[in-house]
């Protein structure tokens, strides 16, 4: 949508295909969220975060299991990153699967929730994106 000729059947292959890229951005989104969540508890209905699923498989600390978590979500970011380096011919389209990955540090950065916990979104959506610099 809105993408003019970069969108070709090529790119669109590309896209469904559930590419590496495709699949980094997920894996960003989802750990990086439990990461930022997983001190506030769950909800009864709630699934089991993946920090739950891996201290339960590996019989580990909650420490061990994000860091192990951290080290997945570098490694999504590499994957990423070299996706813009092998798909040339398709730079735009993965510069926007790299973008949307790049929106999850704004929303869960340092471990914090800001999707759930939204408060301050407002005001750093503005600085990032209406507000000038000031020199």
């Not at 920090?51 to 019989?59: A, F, K, L, M, V």
Request: glycine fraction near 6%; proline fraction near 2%.
């Amino acid at each position: 949508m809105g993408m003019g000729d970069e969108a070709s059947k090529e790119a669109f292959e590309w896209a469904i295909g559930c590419t590496d890229a495709v699949r980094a951005c997920g894996e960003v989104a989802r750990f990086m969220d439990d990461l930022a969540s997983f001190k506030h508890g769950k909800n009864k209905l709630d699934v089991a975060s993946s920090i739950e699923s891996y201290i339960n498989q590996h019989h580990c600390t909650d420490e061990v299991a994000m860091d192990v978590l951290d080290n997945l979500v570098e490694d999504a970011w590499k994957t990423t990153n070299q996706a813009r380096f092998d798909r040339g011919a398709l730079l735009p389209l993965v510069n926007r699967v790299a973008n949307l990955t790049k929106s999850m540090t704004l929303l869960f950065r340092n471990k914090v929730d800001r999707y759930t916990f939204s408060h301050g979104n407002k005001d750093r959506i503005r600085q990032q994106f209406i507000d000038p610099i000031p020199l």
